[in-house]
């Protein structure tokens, strides 16, 4: 049987992963799961709410949402209501499992939800109409990141930040964020270019810290174009000569090509 997805234009891969920093330990904390209920206009959003909770920490939550049912008169309808005690500091957009798909028997619908500011909003269009099955059991199962603390400015923190770095007339290396962490040596890169049909490029600012040694390290990019491999391996070197930094990028998968969108972090082999 041929592939259901040979003839879709566009496909959103799901990654759901954990990040954890090896050799790192902290105190176990406790905490008691809070039951999550949701308020509408009118009443016509059903949750189970026995299996509808939020976990609370510091800096992220776990989250646990199970759909039981609407009115009739809202099935058709953009749905809005207010979570009560889940934290309003939660900005995402969150995929929903359905056990059912009417053009597709054979495969599951995933469909996405918006919270933000303790509300959850889900328009019509994102939801499939296997919602209202019996045993259906849309649910939503993740860890949220909270954002209820600017990020600190650590004095002497070794980070390029920059909109744009130069890299001639039709070449910019855009949003590169570069951190580095000398002990041990780490750097984490976060960028955006678009050097097509090339090996190696140079881009440059002044705005480096006097602080950031030379350096090298290997990242892993997604390209932007391209019928070769989706992921290519990219060297980057930043090099200084006096007020100016050099940051070249260099194609290392035998790809030729510099276009790609970069976040990834590499252990930085300093240059003396």
């Known amino acids: 049987m041929p592939s259901v997805f040979d003839d879709q234009e566009e496909l959103i891969i799901y990654i759901q992963t954990l990040y954890c920093q090896l050799g790192k330990g902290n105190p176990q904390d ?64 969150v995929p929903i499992m359905a056990s059912y798909n009417y053009r597709y028997s054979h495969l599951a619908g995933v469909t996405e939800m918006h919270l933000e500011d303790g509300f959850m909003t889900f328009p019509a269009s994102e939801r499939s109409g296997s919602w209202d099955n019996t045993g259906n059991n849309p649910f939503v199962f993740g860890f949220l990141i909270r954002d209820n603390e600017p990020e600190p400015e650590v004095p002497g923190r070794l980070r390029l930040l920059s909109d744009s770095l130069d890299g001639g007339q039709y070449y910019k290396f855009t949003d590169v964020d570069m951190e580095l962490i000398p002990s041990p040596a780490m750097v984490a890169c976060a960028g955006s ?19 950031i040694p030379a350096f090298e390290a290997f990242f892993l990019a997604s390209c932007l174009t391209g019928s070769g491999m989706p992921i290519n ?21 035998g ?10 972090t590499a252990i930085a082999m300093i240059k003396e």
């Open 30 to 93: 406790k905490r008691k799961q809070k039951r999550i209920t949701a308020v509408t206009d009118e009443n016509y959003l059903y949750i189970d709410t026995t299996y509808t909770i939020c976990v609370v920490y510091d800096r992220w939550i776990f989250f646990h949402f199970m759909y039981s049912g609407c009115s009739f008169a809202a099935r058709s309808t953009d749905w809005e209501a207010m979570l009560q005690n889940l934290p309003e500091d939660v900005n995402v957009d």
């Open 193 to 211: 270019t678009a050097a097509y049909s090339q090996s190696t490029h140079d881009y440059t600012t002044d705005a480096c810290p006097a602080e």
């Open 233 to 253: 391996m990219v060297e980057v070197e930043l090099t200084k000569n006096g007020s100016t930094t050099t940051v070249t990028t260099k194609d290392n998968g």
């Open 255 to 264: 790809l030729n090509n510099l276009a790609f969108t970069l976040n990834d």
